[in-house]
């Protein structure tokens, strides 16, 4: 065989190999855009997945990694994360309005069964609809995810410079630990069960917006803990 020829069929069996886990990467993007708002293409995210993937293929050296998508998976679905953060989505001024929006929604909540619509809000904080869309949008995206990229939103981020892996995650544990069963159950299912709020609400018999409300008070409490 000649060495163009032993190069093509490398070449054909790289790409098998990464045809073989398309379906996987179908089933990853479809999993990640279930927890989306609707603003976010699953069509984008398979892409970018593929295109991982076959990169991966051709670096994939089953002498050091005895399993393909052992070795791919968190790295595909990394590809797919980093692509939502290129979409910029949380700007300087979008920041402020997300967490006055959080705050308005806890204060609406305390008589209230639902989370408030756009247009409560844009009354409530004197800013258009759009605006108020906009940024609720930005602050959905960003609850996938991993909690580390949630901690640095906002101007406070700052303070997880001076914070060691080691140390976010005892104080992590620590203010889990102070949370009800239940709503530990909530944080453990979003992110480590990866499901959608909406399975987390049929298996706890919860309310999606109480969900949401949890969520954000652990992000919250954390952010404090660290002195941010």
Not at 88 to 96: E, G, T, V
Not at 189 to 196: D, G, K, Q, W
């Amino acid at each position: 065989m000649t060495r163009n020829a032993y190069v093509q069929d490398l070449k054909h069996k790289e790409d098998e190999l990464a045809i073989q886990y398309l379906p996987a990467v179908k089933a990853m993007a479809f999993r990640l855009k279930e927890r989306l708002p609707s603003s976010v293409d699953f069509s984008d995210l398979c892409a970018i997945g593929t295109e991982e993937l076959i990169k991966l293929a051709r670096r994939y050296d089953e002498k050091l990694n005895d399993s393909f998508w052992g070795y791919a998976k968190k790295r595909v679905y990394g590809a797919m994360l980093d692509y939502l953060r290129s979409l910029d989505i949380l700007s300087r001024a979008s920041r402020k309005l997300v967490k006055a929006i959080d705050y308005a929604v806890q204060e609406y909540m305390l008589t209230h069964d639902e989370e408030p619509s756009d247009e409560e809000l844009a009354q409530v904080l004197d800013e258009s609809v759009e605006k108020i869309h906009e940024a609720r949008i930005a602050s959905s995206i960003y609850t996938v995810m991993p909690l580390h990229d949630q901690l640095q939103v906002g101007d406070e981020g700052a303070a997880l410079v001076q914070i060691e892996k080691e140390e976010l995650i005892t104080v992590i544990k620590k203010v889990l630990s102070s949370y009800k069963e239940r709503e530990q159950m909530i944080i453990q299912l979003y992110y480590f069960e990866e499901l959608t709020l909406k399975e987390i609400s049929s298996i706890l018999d919860i309310t999606e917006s109480r969900i949401s409300q949890i969520h954000k008070s652990v992000i919250q409490k954390i952010k404090e803990s660290i002195g941010a």
